[in-house]
């Protein structure tokens, strides 16, 4: 029945009445920060772009609806990827046609860029690098032998992707898109 709820909220032609349905039963807070992150980190097998690995938990005591990211192993493959493009999920389709939200979205990822900080994740990176390798190392040697390159490939991309961010979001703001 929650699901069902939600589902109808979306759908509601009237979009005073979707909005109020929608602040009823989902956290649009939530929403937004979980769909910049599918986005800036180019999930694209999500629930943004392909309604797929996801989970929707209906928090109590209010019962709204929280997206929960699922299955995120394609992750960071197109550092060209767009953060400001409308997916056309359901969910997102209806969120996005409230002038205010697609404000706060905009706002969500300026604030989420720091988390591209490459000094900061390369560290972090760095640090679970030993573990990782010694975890793969216990089940297939030329994994593990092949981390540290997979590894920097990956600070490489993340790199790049929150460059790529940081462009979109002056080109937003000077109008460019």
Known sequence: SDLTKLLNACREMDEKKRWADLEAILDIEKFLTFMALELMMCHWDGYSE?????????????KR???IPHGMDQMFGD???????IPKSI???????????????????????????????NAKVDDLLPRLVKIASTTNLATAQQLGEQIRAFKERVLKRGEEIVAQIRDVQAGNK
């Open 79 to 85: 550092h060209n990827y767009s953060v400001f493009h």
């Open 65 to 67: 609806a929280i997206f």
């Open 91 to 121: 969910v997102a389709d209806a969120v996005f046609s409230r002038k205010d939200w697609r404000f706060a979205y905009f706002e969500r990822v300026k604030h989420l860029v720091p988390l591209f900080n490459p000094v900061r994740l």
């Open 50 to 62: 392909k309604h797929n690995n996801y989970r929707i938990y209906f928090a109590p005591p209010a």
